[in-house]
Every structure is written in structure tokens, then in C-alpha cells.
């Protein structure tokens, strides 16, 4: 009040109602004429809403200046009013050096210029914009950085300036980037790896349809989910006809017990399995084949399918077979050579005792013997001459009928003539030992017959039954007919053949263990069991050890 | 005077060896088969044993073995006759000690001179 002037000032009050208001308070100090203060003319005016605002305004004011995100204030024309510290702290411009510049600075030209007509036709109409702009810093490095521009109304709703809010995310966009390289490899990598697949499968796909041999796949429930056409072939059967069924579509009954047990086992576990069986063909043919199995998955413990493959072995079984066959013939021709060996040297060393003994006794006592003597050892080697000759016929007629050379030559013949004349002259040969008897059943007697083969089998068994029977033993001889077959039984009461020779009889210079000392080949049975087999029949031997023997053949006369 | 048995299945075989030995000075006892030489051999102990491999039922084997191991008998030099030609067989027979083996055939002369050689006695027929 000393003072002459005016003053101005600002303080808080307590309100009645408690609470603070803001005082403006501006005044004059009055003076006289002297210009002595003479009293104060002012004004008080409560400012709290004001100083609200202002508070507002300063808190808002810093929050921009402290904000992580970058802010650009421009004027109506795009020239930059305002920016704050974070927006220097990323461009690297001073705030000196961008006011009144326009944001274009920025620009880095890496962007299309519809980005920016998009955003001020988008501005100008009063609407805001978001984008991202690619940008460049003061040093030239480049920037993303997202933004949101909104333009600022004036009460009329005139547009006053624009407010820029952005956020460098040039990490983000690098991470992204980074990313969708990232992803793009991958791509890549997976259609590479597509590629090769492919080329893979169509590898596999060729070499399975080109393969001759059958390949199946299954799944493991035994389904068929793949053939080739080899299998195809072998099956008679169409792919799409064969996807989807089992075992049994293709194989016969009695073929898939070990096709289902071998299934089984690879089902369970992992692993290969192979084994030779019999496999019949879309043809009917049943055909040795050699089959490979494995069961496949991802895991070792459980398989998810089995693969096969067969090959057809029929040709090397039967070469094995044939290989057999030819082994076995010739240890039968060895044995054979060995009975025959053995034979030889006692039937033909017997005879040749008696010859060599008989000219010896001749050669010492020819001036001492009476003719009648000399003519008896004469006769012995006469006689051991030609039983030599028939032990050589045997063997003859066994060497033609092992090379197929006695034919059967049927002719009309009296049947009955034929049996009664061979037992008479066996019965001569005997002299009284042995009683023969002929039991003739048939009311024919002329067949068309071969009587040479029919002589030829019962001279050989007659004269067996003679040879093994005991002085008085009875020999029969009967003959039946059943239909169109005429059946012989030749029985005796000698000494039997063992079971256990009865198996090998019929071969070639076998003989009977019990008959090593009685003289013989081992060769009338097999050319009696020769002869009947060429006319059409068959013969069997019924025998009791020392009790007798019946063999029973048939024949077929024409 | 010295006695020979002579034992053969083959009756033909039989009547031919008596002929062959008929001119010796020794008396001959034939036998058809192995066992009734057996039998008789309790009773009797000839000098030289002839016998046939190769015969029913009782075969020669069994013959010798029977003989060669009776201390009584042991000194009957046995001529074992055959048709066998098996070495084997005729090692077996000399193992159960058969004195000589005569293949079948034989001349007249090798049995005689056999018979002279083990016996010793004079043959009076001409041998050549």
C-alpha cells in the first residue's frame, strides 16, 4: 500500500463448505494528487476451475513428454508444431531441427506413395488413420514404426492441426521378418523334402510294379492294402478287387494254416519271417513257392502291417525232386548190384562146384569107370550147365523188363489147358514129393490172353511153392473170374516169408532170410510181379512164417 | 584107420565129395545136416571134419563154434567148404578156428592134398 502500482495474486482459501478454492486477486493502489496511496481498488475472483485445468493441462503435458511413444503435432498444412523427447531419442533430430518441418523428413522411400495418399484422403475428411511406415533416422538407418494420426477440431469442427502417435517397432517387424524367413525355409524345406518323397515313392511304386515277383501288403488286421501286379497275375485277381480282403480270397483252405500262423507271430512282433509252401495259381495250378514276410511300423514293439514277397520254386523242386528220384534209382541199382553180387557168387558158384568136380573125377578115373559112371558126371555138368543157363535167362528177362522190353503180346489161348499142363509138368519135375491141385472155377477156357507172360508167372510161383515147401506139402492152384477179371491164388504150406522181407520181396535178388541156404536168384518174383503188372493186374503175398504162403494176382484179359 | 565126416545139404554135392575121397584110405561118414553129426559126434571122435557153410538150420558157423569150443572136440581138424568168397567171412571162420577154408569150386586135388596135409594120410588116387 506504500507503494503506488497494482498488484496480481494468486492464493488458496478455505471455503466454508471445507473444501479449498483458488483466489485470483488483482488490484490498484489509488493516490492522491500528491500521489500518496490514498486505498486499494481490486477484485477477487475464484480461478479453481481454471487452475483445475491448468493442472490437467501440465500433468497431460508431461505424460507426452515422458511417453515410451513418439508424438508429432502438426498444423493444419503438415508442418510439425511440436514433438516430443522420445520422437528425437528414435530419429535422432533435435527439436530445434524439426519444427516447422514437415514429417516428410522421415521418408525413407521405401514406401509406396499410396500409403500416404490412403492416409491424408483418410485425414483430411476428418476421419483418423492407423499404419505402419517404413522411415528413415537422421543417420539414415531405416525404422518401422506403427502410427495412429487423428487431425484436432476447432469448436466450429474445423480441422486446427494433426496429432501423430507412433511406436518404433522395429524389433517386432525384425522378429516378424525373421519369422516369416523362418517360415519360408520351412516351406521350402518341406517341399523339398515333398520332392524327394515323391521321387522316393515313385521309385518304390515302379520298382514293386516292375518287379516279376508277387509282393502283397497288409494291415494288422490282415487286410490286404497294397499288391502288384505280379501278384495280380499269379492270383487272377484285380487289385481293387483284392484291397481290402483277406487271406481267404486268395488262397486255398489247406494253404493258409501256416499263411495265418506266420501272420500271427509277425503281428505280434516285429521281424522276417520266410518259409516254402504250396500256393495254387488264378490257373489252377498248384505251384511250390518260397514266401518272404516282414512286419513294419514305427515302432519296434508294434507292427503295423506285414510286407511279402513269393517266388515261384516249382522249377527247383522239381529239379530237387528229380534229383531225388535219380539218387534213389541209383541206390537201387547199387543195392541191386550188391543182391545180384552175392546172388552170383553163390547160384552160379554151385553149379560150377559140381562141373569142375564131375570133369576132375572124369579126368582121374575115365580107364577105370564103367561108361555108365563116366556118362552120369557127363550128365551133372550137362545139367549144371543149363540150370547156369536159366539163372542167366533171369537175369536176361529182368535187364528187358527193366528197359521196357517185353511187350505184352495177348493171343487167343485155352486158359484151362495152360494151368494143367504147367501143374503136370511141375508135378513130373518134382517126381512124387509134393501134391499139386488145380481147382479150375471159370466156365471158359479161351481168353485172349499172353500165355507166355501167364506161363512165365506161374512156372515162377509153382515152382517156388515146391522149392519151399517140405516133401508131401499140398500146392494149390485155383482160378476165379470177377467180372472181366480172372484172379489166381497160388498157396503152399512151406516155410513163409518173414514180414520183415515181405516189404522188399518183390525187388530184384531179394531174398528171404530164412532161404539163404536153399539155392535161387531173388529174381522170379520181380519178373512174376513185372509180368503181371504188364497184363494189367496185381499181386499181393499173404504169408505165415513157417506156416505158408498165398499170393493172390489178377489179370486182365483183352 | 583114420575117419572123416563129411557134412553137406546138397545131396548131388554130397555123392560127389564121397566119390573124390572114396580111393583114400579113410573111413567117410556122411551127414546131410550139421545136427546130426552133432549127435553122433557124443558118441564117436573122428579125425577131419568137412563141412558146407551154407546150410537150413544149422549152419556151418554154428557147427564149427560148437566144436572148436568143446575141449573134447577142439582137436578135429575142421576143412570148412563154401561158395562164399567174402574175405570177411572166411577171417570169422578161421577166428572160430576152422583149419582150412576151401572155396567152391575147387579141383579135386586141392581137397585131396587139403586132407593129405592135415591128417597126413596117404591118397591112393592119382592127384594131379
Given at each position: 500500500m506504500n507503494t503506488p502500482g497494482s498488484y496480481s495474486l494468486n492464493y488458496k482459501l478455505k471455503h466454508k463448505n471445507g473444501k479449498f478454492i483458488y483466489i485470483e486477486d488483482n488490484g490498484i493502489v489509488l493516490t492522491d494528487l500528491r500521489g500518496k496511496p490514498v486505498r486499494i481498488l481490486g477484485s477477487m475472483r475464484d480461478v479453481t476451475l481454471k487452475k483445475l485445468a491448468e493442472d490437467e493441462l501440465r500433468k497431460l503435458s508431461h505424460a507426452v513428454e515422458q511417453s515410451q511413444v513418439s508424438v508429432v503435432i502438426t498444423n493444419k498444412e503438415g508442418l510439425i508444431e511440436y514433438v516430443n523427447p522420445k520422437f528425437c531419442e528414435v530419429t535422432g533430430y533435435t527439436y530445434e531441427e524439426t519444427i516447422g518441418q514437415n514429417p516428410r523428413i522421415l521418408k525413407s522411400g521405401e514406401w509406396k506413395s499410396e500409403t500416404y495418399t490412403g492416409m491424408w484422403s483418410d485425414l483430411s475428411s476428418g476421419k483418423s488413420w492407423t499404419g505402419i511406415f517404413h522411415n528413415k533416422k537422421k543417420n539414415g538407418e531405416l525404422f518401422w514404426e506403427s502410427a495412429h494420426i487423428s487431425p484436432i477440431k476447432d469448436f466450429s469442427g474445423e480441422i486446427t492441426h494433426y496429432i501423430a502417435v507412433k511406436e518404433d517397432i522395429t524389433e517386432k517387424v525384425k522378429n516378424e521378418e525373421q519369422l516369416i524367413r523362418y517360415r519360408e525355409h520351412l516351406e521350402e524345406m518341406v517341399e523339398e523334402r515333398t520332392a524327394q518323397l515323391n521321387t522316393q515313392n515313385e521309385f518304390l511304386r515302379s520298382l514293386i510294379d516292375t518287379i516279376p515277383n508277387p509282393i502283397f501288403v497288409k494291415d494288422i488286421q490282415g487286410y490286404y492294402t497294397d499288391v502288384n501286379p505280379a501278384f495280380e497275375r499269379y492270383f487272377g485277381k484285380k487289385k481293387e478287387d483284392l484291397i481290402g480282403k483277406k487271406l481267404d480270397f486268395v488262397l486255398e483252405k489247406e494253404e493258409m494254416e501256416i499263411a495265418l500262423e506266420t501272420d500271427a507271430q509277425l503281428m505280434k512282433k516285429r521281424g522276417i519271417i520266410n518259409y516254402e509252401t504250396y500256393f495254387t495259381s488264378g490257373e489252377g495250378k498248384k505251384m511250390a513257392v518260397l514266401v518272404y514276410k516282414a512286419s513294419f511300423g514305427a515302432r519296434d514293439d508294434k507292427p503295423e502291417g506285414i510286407v511279402g514277397i513269393f517266388f515261384d520254386i516249382s522249377m527247383r523242386k522239381e529239379l530237387e525232386e528229380k534229383t531225388i528220384q535219380a539218387l534213389n534209382k541209383e541206390k537201387e541199382l547199387n543195392e541191386m548190384k550188391t543182391n545180384f553180387i552175392a546172388m552170383a557168387s553163390h547160384e552160379f558158384r554151385t553149379p560150377l562146384t559140381t562141373i569142375l568136380a564131375s570133369a576132375d573125377l572124369v579126368e582121374m578115373y575115365y580107364n577105370k569107370w564103367s561108361a555108365e559112371k563116366i556118362i552120369n558126371h557127363v550128365k551133372k555138368i550137362q545139367d549144371s550147365v543149363s540150370y547156369m543157363t536159366s539163372l542167366l535167362d533171369d537175369v536176361l528177362t529182368l535187364s528187358r523188363a527193366d528197359r521196357g522190353k517185353i511187350k505184352f503180346s495177348p493171343s487167343i489161348s485155352n486158359l484151362r489147358e495152360l494151368c494143367s499142363h504147367l501143374m503136370n509138368e511141375i508135378q513130373y519135375q518134382t517126381l512124387p514129393g509134393h501134391d499139386l491141385i488145380l481147382d479150375y472155377k471159370l466156365k471158359d477156357e479161351i481168353f485172349n490172353i499172353d500165355s507166355k507172360l501167364i506161363t512165365q508167372i506161374l512156372n515162377n510161383l509153382l515152382s517156388n511153392a515146391v522149392k519151399f515147401s517140405p516133401e508131401g506139402g499140398k500146392i494149390l492152384l485155383e482160378v476165379t473170374q470177377k467180372d472181366d477179371i480172372i484172379q489166381f491164388i497160388v498157396m503152399d504150406e512151406g516155410l513163409g516169408i518173414d514180414n520183415n522181407d515181405l516189404k522188399n520181396i518183390?525187388?530184384?535178388?531179394y531174398r528171404g532170410?530164412?532161404?539163404?541156404?536153399i539155392h535161387g536168384t531173388g529174381l522170379g518174383l520181380n519178373i512174376v510181379k513185372n509180368a503181371v503188372e504188364l497184363h494189367g493186374g496185381e499181386i499181393s503175398i499173404d504169408s505165415k512164417l513157417y506156416k505158408g504162403t498165398k499170393v493172390t494176382f489178377t489179370i486182365k484179359p483183352l | 584107420m583114420k575117419k572123416i565126416y563129411i557134412i553137406e545139404d546138397n545131396t548131388e554135392m554130397l555123392e560127389l565129395l564121397s566119390i573124390m575121397l572114396k580111393d583114400i584110405n579113410c573111413k567117410l561118414v556122411t551127414f546131410n545136416s550139421a545136427k546130426t553129426a552133432l549127435d553122433k559126434l557124443n558118441h564117436e571122435k573122428p579125425d577131419l571134419i568137412l563141412c558146407d557153410l551154407l546150410?537150413?538150420?544149422?549152419?556151418g558157423f554154428r557147427f564149427l563154434k560148437e566144436i572148436k569150443q568143446d575141449p573134447n572136440k577142439k582137436d578135429i581138424k575142421v576143412i570148412i567148404l563154401s561158395v562164399v568168397a567174402d574175405k570177411k567171412i572166411i577171417d570169422d571162420l578161421m577166428q572160430l578156428g576152422a583149419d582150412y577154408f576151401l572155396s567152391k569150386p575147387f579141383r579135386v586135388a586141392e581137397l585131396l592134398s587139403l586132407i593129405k596135409n592135415s591128417i597126413g594120410v596117404n591118397v591112393n588116387g592119382k592127384v594131379s
Open positions: 518183390f525187388e530184384p535178388f532170410n530164412n532161404v539163404t541156404a | 546150410m537150413p538150420e544149422y549152419d
